[in-house]
């Protein structure tokens, strides 16, 4: 743990679940740590809800991370922001990146992208997967207007070529675990900064909120540790601040695998309703 920071610098964290399910073990680890950091360097705690997946997101749960995070003895700021109250936001962010022409649309479908890799096994892969080929990222304008006119689906990515003629480099964020890292942004492609029914994604959400929650420091697992390298790119294309970031470890059941949602009996609802207490979890979670 680090010591109470003596300076009179902001220290600025979150924690920002999203309520497609039941919070879990992996969740309470990332909470407590983001907490006991803001508490260590006399911060704020900030919680955010992520729900821009309208259909997977449902208000129960949101209700449940409340409970949840009462009963680890949490408390935060209100009100609380709810990403799905904000899209006009979101909309405002990629507008800006349309009008520098650094996002295009694109009209694929998964099946069809999942061809076009199928195609060409020597098409960029990430530490995800297979990357987007980019095939729509070669559509002449004319095309892409008249496909838009047409109404075609579409989702909006970032023209990662575009935006790194952009910006100066080096680009680099100081990762509290790790020190000093340089944005490899290619790991992850073209991502979707809007996706067919949202005008939204994940990516430019939370850099977004981030920025406008003035968080100085992005506490989160370690499977994120790709997307930063992102967010970074959308930070200095959006001339937002970079904050300090910490990706820490995840925790693994008992078969050595990653809590997630579907792992029922680790959720923190079925851990109460056994029985266990707060403390005990905290404790075995090293709080
Ligand atoms: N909403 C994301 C999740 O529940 C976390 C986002 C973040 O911490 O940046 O996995």
Request: a neutral charge; proline letters at 6%.
């Amino acid at each position: 743990m680090q010591e109470k920071s003596t300076n009179s610098e902001p220290y600025v964290t979150r924690f920002a679940p999203s309520p497609s399910g039941l919070l879990h073990k992996g969740h309470a680890y990332s909470a407590l740590y983001a907490y006991r950091e803001a508490q260590t360097h006399g911060g704020r705690f900030i919680l955010r809800i992520e729900d821009i997946d309208t259909t997977r997101c449902k208000p129960e749960y949101t209700e449940a991370i409340y409970a949840d995070l009462a009963w680890l003895g949490l408390t935060w700021e209100t009100p609380v922001r709810q990403q799905s109250n904000h899209f006009a936001d979101y909309e405002t962010a990629l507008s800006d990146l349309k009008a520098e022409g650094l996002v295009y649309p694109c009209f694929c479908t998964r099946k069809e992208i999942q061809a076009e890799i199928a195609k060409a096994p020597s098409a960029p892969h990430g530490p995800d997967g297979p990357l987007y080929p980019g095939t729509c990222k070669h559509l002449s304008r004319q095309q892409q207007q008249a496909q838009l006119n047409a109404g075609d689906a579409h989702t909006w990515r970032l023209n990662l070529d575009a935006a790194l003629k952009r910006l100066s480099t080096p680009l680099v964020w100081l990762d509290t675990l790790k020190g000093p890292v340089t944005a490899t942004p290619y790991d992850l492609g073209d991502v979707v900064l809007a996706r067919k029914d949202t005008p939204t994604s994940y990516h430019l959400a939370v850099v977004l909120d981030d920025a406008l929650a003035g968080i100085t420091n992005i506490i989160r697992g370690q499977d994120l540790f790709h997307a930063t390298h992102i967010h970074i790119i959308l930070q200095r294309l959006l001339s937002l601040p970079t904050p300090h970031y910490t990706h820490h470890k995840l925790l693994m059941d008992e078969e050595g695998v990653r809590f997630a949602k579907r792992n029922k009996s680790a959720t923190l609802k079925s851990l109460r309703d056994q029985g266990i207490s707060a403390a005990n979890l905290k404790a075995s979670l090293g709080f």
